[in-house]
């Protein structure tokens, strides 16, 4: 057992070394090549702070464009940039005229063309036939707020409002939808080959305008009935100036940024190490395993990386060690309570179980807000903080738990090298 044990707390380490050997260094393997996490063509993004990027300004071919002509325009920029996974890209406005800045896009015409071409929207059935096309059967889409219904609550919702010739259409898509199974029973909306509503449909509706229902807020539904009108924008966009800028932080900041993570991470590791003795080198072990899965999670996805995107990555790891340190506070307490080694590593796991718990999740629902109602900057330390958490909630529940048990097996009599 205690052979086991050992070979077990070696392939751990091991496990932890290669991932994070696979995170940074990258690999080769038949022909798959990845990087690593700062890999160009398949790692992370930089921000623009870090990297610099494309700034392009576009202006409106319409005299004086109302606001919320341009709130249409906005929408359409910022469905765009999130497919194309720019969710650090900053939009300004000023009057008619819209700036769009994009980190580590140094092609400004390919820029140019994602973000100025017409936005293409059509209304599909679940075979994925189009019943409606946004620029020619849609007259206007409205946020609306009240009763959609005599028998219902008030509640947001948006209005569309159809054209005469696409009323029959419409009917009959809506007819055959309705009577679909549960599941296909729906009208997606799809801008740009993205679906971006996929509403249910419980009857046949054939009048100019209907109704689109949800678990809608005020902001959602205004989004989405921009989204809509997107597809038939009053006027043209003009591009008026194309350039590149450079990183406003200077080349070395991220180099910098990793470097005191770095020695921020081996502190934090050694100071478990003295306070917590052999649970602190584990915990440090399951730290170690964090570092390489959140580097590898995010190089992966193509995350694009700011400095605020550091900050979040660093706040998670806090929270990792957090964990570990009201687990072994709780196994401090059972030990001087009397307790065997073992059932103290229980009972200490299963007291700071729902703490933990409720921390996280708490800190997860407000990256969630944070990432629906942010911009910029303030979503990619949504993502990073996101990914961390969830991370760090494995690796400290589930990988340190697993260590802990299996030093329990070698039956150490010495309470002390277990932070008592």
Do not use: H
């Amino acid at each position: 057992m205690k052979k086991k044990s050992a070979l077990l707390l070696i392939l751990t380490l091991i496990i932890a070394i290669a991932l994070n050997w696979v995170a940074f260094v990258g690999f080769d393997v038949s022909g798959f090549k990845y990087g690593g996490m700062f890999d160009e063509e398949r790692g992370i993004r930089k921000g623009i702070d870090l990297a610099g990027g494309s700034v392009i300004s576009f202006e409106a071919s319409k005299e004086n464009p109302t606001e919320a002509e341009m709130d249409i325009v906005e929408a359409i920029f910022n469905a765009r940039l999130m497919n194309a996974g720019y969710t650090e890209a900053r939009i300004s406005r000023n009057g008619g005229q819209i700036t769009v800045e994009i980190p580590s896009v140094t092609d400004t015409d390919e820029a140019a063309s994602l973000l100025g071409s017409t936005a293409k929207l059509t209304f599909r059935d679940a075979d994925n036939n189009i019943v409606l096309d946004g620029a020619t059967d849609i007259k206007n889409a409205e946020y609306q707020f009240g009763q959609a219904s005599a028998t219902s609550a008030s509640e947001a919702y948006v209005q569309l409002t159809l054209t005469t010739e696409a009323v029959s259409k419409f009917a009959d898509a809506t007819r055959k939808a309705a009577a679909e199974s549960e599941g296909r029973n729906y009208i997606s909306i799809v801008m740009d080959e993205n679906e971006i509503s996929r509403p249910s449909v419980k009857e046949e509706i054939n009048s100019e305008t209907c109704i689109i229902q949800g678990d809608f807020t005020p902001e959602t539904a205004q989004q989405l009935a921009n989204q809509i009108k997107s597809g038939q924008l009053p006027f043209e966009l003009t591009t008026i100036s194309k350039e590149t800028i450079g990183a406003e932080l200077g080349a070395d900041a991220l180099p910098t940024s990793m470097k005191a993570a770095a020695i921020g991470i081996i502190i934090i590791m050694l100071f478990m190490i003295i306070m917590y003795r052999m649970c602190g080198l584990l915990a440090s072990i399951a730290m170690a395993i964090y570092v390489g899965l959140i580097a590898l999670v995010l190089g992966l996805m193509r995350v694009n990386l700011s400095l605020s995107g550091i900050a979040g990555i660093i706040t998670s790891l806090g929270m990792a060690v957090d964990a570990n340190v009201i687990i072994f506070e709780r196994m401090k307490e059972e030990l001087k309570n009397g307790k065997t080694v073992k059932a103290s590593v229980e009972s200490g796991f299963n007291k700071a179980f729902s703490a933990i718990l409720d921390s996280n999740v708490t800190t997860i629902i407000s990256c969630v807000v944070l990432y629906l109602s942010g911009i910029g900057t303030i979503r990619g330390f949504a993502v990073t903080l996101g990914l961390g958490v969830v991370i760090s909630m494995f690796t400290a529940i589930v990988v340190t738990k697993f260590l802990l048990k299996q030093l329990v097996r070698f039956n150490i009599k010495n309470r002390k090298l277990f932070c008592a």
